[in-house]
């Protein structure tokens, strides 16, 4: 296999992180085109020949999800019917993978029904980054790689020289994820006990478990929305004695108020990865973006030379 049977395609959610790609790998990106009609189809076209390639499709699904979605979909298919050798779906932010699980009566597990969605549609493999639940990867019945923004954003984080630290986690959920933030950046972990009593995007933060006084806090999370829980475990950690407080997180999905909020918390910096192209035309000053396109090049690059991407995990 040679560079010149590699196709990377960006889908309308992902060109700047598609390009990004595409430059790291020193290839052209391909040529395609969404058309959206004025009742709210779309039609989506290969410019070029593919048969035979390995194509790997980056889009995310967000800002509009369900469009996104569709169009993924839509990719997949018309790539296959074009004969590729193969289509690797590249998901920097897979947003229906909050749906994991039948928690209450009567509910769709919605991550499971995109995940069946996109095998039937043709895809050979699924690449992503922090699913909101791993167990999705189970979902699938095709090989699935879940990467960890961590080793960037820690690196990103290391760099500021940050004195005293202690890792926030803002739920026991993501607990297991943060004790590797707090590892890699040898700090100590404090778990904040957080309850969700509705689907309003907001938490109510009802305790805090370990020691943040006199400490600069950095709260990791995979993804934020409304920045609500962001807000909330901040002002708690400012109240328990925290001098500063930071945060980390792989997704910035950022709607609504999700600016005014983070301008108006004692948070200080927000580093974020570019996972997902923002329906926000202006971020607070306070958002520092790190670039996830280097991690899922090289992602790419591997697979394509069938190479382990195990190290990719470490």
Request: hydrophobic content about 45%.
């Amino acid at each position: 296999m040679d560079d010149n049977e590699m196709v990377v395609l960006g889908g309308s959610a992902s060109q700047k992180l598609s390009r990004s790609i595409c430059d790291i790998l020193d290839i052209p990106l391909g040529d395609n085109e969404v058309v959206r009609f004025s009742e709210g189809n779309l039609f989506v076209k290969v410019n070029q020949n593919v048969r035979g390639r390995h194509v790997y499709l980056v889009q995310s699904t967000a800002f509009p999800v369900n469009d996104n979605f569709m169009e993924l979909l839509f990719w997949i298919d018309a790539l296959k019917r074009a004969s590729v050798a193969s289509v690797t779906v590249v998901i920097p932010y897979f947003s229906y993978a909050k749906g994991d699980k039948k928690d209450e009566p009567r509910v769709s597990i919605r991550a499971r029904v995109c995940a069946q969605a996109i095998e039937s549609a043709g895809a050979d493999r699924v690449v992503t980054l922090d699913l909101h639940a791993p167990q999705i990867q189970g979902f699938f019945q095709l090989p699935v790689d879940d990467l960890y923004a961590a080793p960037v954003l820690v690196e990103a984080i290391a760099a500021e020289n940050i004195p005293n630290l202690v890792v926030v986690s803002p739920d026991a959920g993501f607990a297991k994820k943060a004790k590797e933030y707090a590892r890699r950046l040898g700090s100590p972990l404090a778990i904040a006990d957080k309850e969700r009593h509705d689907h309003s995007e907001t938490a109510v933060v009802a305790d805090l478990i370990g020691e943040v006084d006199g400490r600069n806090a950095l709260i990791v999370d995979d993804f934020t929305i409304s920045a609500g829980t962001l807000a909330e475990v901040a002002e708690v950690l400012r109240d328990r004695g925290a001098n500063s407080v930071q945060a980390a997180i792989s997704h910035g999905v950022f709607t609504g108020k999700a600016m005014q909020r983070l301008d108006d918390s004692p948070i200080e910096a927000l580093w974020v990865t570019d996972s997902v192209e923002r329906e926000q035309s202006e971020l607070s000053a306070k958002v520092r973006t790190v670039s996830v396109a280097p991690l899922f090049a090289e992602a790419i690059k591997r697979i394509h030379h069938r190479e382990s991407i195990s190290s990719l995990f470490n």
